[in-house]
């Protein structure tokens, strides 16, 4: 009787390759729909990102127009070229302050300076120098004393150093209020008709900054108001303000040199 071939063995694949390679193939992803929408949202998104973020940052310029853009780069120019005399002039000072036998006589003229300086600011000193008056005549009582707050921002914005409404001088804490009469105070003192604001600074660039389209001489026409501005080389402010003692602000103390 013939012996039972014998059958061969199934071949087993060897341990260190072919299991490699099937563990790569479960996990490498599969391509399913699902993959699809979700990575063609994420491209969309970032893009969607990166274009609102351009548009953000350029939207402020492109809407301005040609004229717009030639005073601002003028405006821009002209701070630069005022800050760098400002630097110079400090720098002066120093090395003054640094000069051995000349220092002292050099602080007390720095002290000085400043001091008229702070008179300014504070509006307890005469000012004058180069500047703008400003005449609105409004014979609808149209204006109103948000909108004469809005000149103000303006001419501060352009750089004034000292400005006064009528006989009003302006200081950090001056206010605007509507009367009842359909007038308006600063600082609780009605103003004069027509009103009056005279303003100290670069007198070109105080201009410029009431002629902006859409700011402080739009306004004013728009409510049946007239408006003009008028440069000098020389105007002087004589109001002054009367410093009042603070009924609520106090300083904040300086910590000792030895506390820790």
């Known amino acids: 009787m013939p012996e039972p071939m014998a ?71 002209q701070d630069n070229g005022r800050l760098g005399d400002e630097i110079q002039v400090l720098q002066a000072q120093r090395n003054q302050l640094q000069s051995g036998v000349a220092g002292s006589a050099a602080a007390r003229a720095a002290a000085a300076q400043r001091l008229d300086s702070l008179g300014i600011l504070a509006g307890t000193v005469k000012a004058h120098g180069p500047g703008i008056t400003i005449t609105i005549r409004d014979p609808k009582d149209g204006v109103t004393a948000p909108l004469l707050l809005d000149a103000l921002e303006e001419l501060r914005d352009a750089g004034a150093e000292a400005v006064a409404y009528d006989d009003v001088r302006v200081v950090a804490g001056t206010y605007f209020t509507d009367d009842d009469n359909g007038g308006i105070s600063a600082d609780g003192k009605p103003l004069g008709l027509p009103y009056t604001i005279i303003a100290i600074g670069d007198a070109a660039t105080l201009a410029s900054a009431m002629d902006i389209p859409g700011g ?36 904040v103390s300086e910590p000792s040199p030895t506390s820790s």
């Open 7 to 77: 059958q061969p063995e199934p071949t087993r694949p060897a341990r260190g390759d072919n299991g490699w390679r099937q563990l790569a193939r479960m996990a490498r992803p599969r391509a399913t729909k699902a993959n699809f929408l979700a990575a063609m949202l994420a491209l969309l998104l970032g893009f969607a990102i990166a274009t609102q973020v351009h548009q953000t940052q350029s939207s402020n310029l492109e809407t301005l127009r040609e004229d717009d853009l030639v005073r601002l780069l003028d405006q821009v120019q």
């Open 216 to 251: 402080v001489s739009d306004s004013v026409r728009r409510v049946g108001a007239s408006i003009d501005v008028t440069s000098s080389a020389n105007l002087t402010i004589n109001a002054l303000h009367t410093i009042r003692v603070p009924r609520y602000a106090r300083p």
